[in-house]
């Protein structure tokens, strides 16, 4: 199957820093990302959906300037958490699928935040 | 997107078959029905996906009956390393994907 990889893996900040988190297909063009959050013990949340070069779709009661995401490439999408708080500690989980990998979403490993 | 039912947990022992049926009643025509693999703190990974009759592959089998409203995935000799949490999806190939609760599953020796 197609490889997504994230960077970090897992990361600390402060209350009020900034996170980005990346995303990137290594074997193949993702047309399209996902970004999904997860609490523990609970199921994939979806937070939005981009497509290269486009903004980002966001669900609902996803704030979009709160997480800020990019797809600028074919290859890589960054999820930004701006002004993070301790409430927004979770495992972030990207997703890619592309042309040519059309069957279906593959996902990076995740990424644990942690907001002191 | 359709809504997907699943057991919330299932018990087995290693060595035995497991079958674990999702019902997705309100399927669309386009949609694909796909299920992941999810162990703690790792990104889900893909079992197998399949759009009508049986799909099968390396690790897995699917099984879809004709009106597609349901589908059952069956593991064949569950080991240890199978206790995981399953997730059934149905939606567009590559496209948007709603995750349901998933099925625990919890193999013992």
């Known amino acids: 199957g197609a490889v997504v990889s994230q960077h970090p893996s897992r990361v600390i900040c402060k209350s009020g820093t900034s996170v980005k988190i990346e995303c990137r297909s290594l074997?193949?063009?993702?047309?399209?990302m996902f970004w999904y959050r997860q609490f523990p013990k609970k199921s994939l949340m979806l937070m939005a959906t981009s497509n290269e070069g486009s903004k980002a779709t966001y669900e609902q009661g996803v704030e979009k300037d709160k997480f800020l995401i990019n797809h600028a490439s074919l290859t890589l999408s960054t999820l930004t958490v701006t002004s993070a708080h301790p409430e927004d500690s979770s495992f972030y989980i990207c997703s890619a699928s592309g042309p040519g990998i059309t069957d279906t979403q593959y996902f990076g490993p995740g990424t644990r935040l942690t907001v002191l | 997107l359709a809504k997907t039912t699943q057991p919330i947990s299932m018990d087995s022992y290693e060595g035995q078959e497991v079958n674990i049926t999702c019902s997705h009643n309100n399927i669309a025509t386009n949609d694909y029905i796909t299920w992941y693999q999810q162990f703690p703190s790792q990104g889900p990974r893909f079992i197998i996906q399949g759009y009508k009759t049986k799909v099968t592959n390396e690790v897995a089998s699917l099984f879809i009956p004709a009106d597609r409203k349901s589908s059952t995935l069956s593991l064949p000799r569950v080991s240890l390393s199978d206790t995981a949490v399953y997730y059934c999806?149905?939606?567009?190939?590559?496209?948007?994907?709603?995750f349901g609760q998933g099925t625990e599953l919890s193999v013992k020796p």
């Open positions: 074997d193949f063009q993702a047309t399209t």
């Open positions: 999806l149905v939606g567009p190939q590559g496209g948007k994907l709603i």
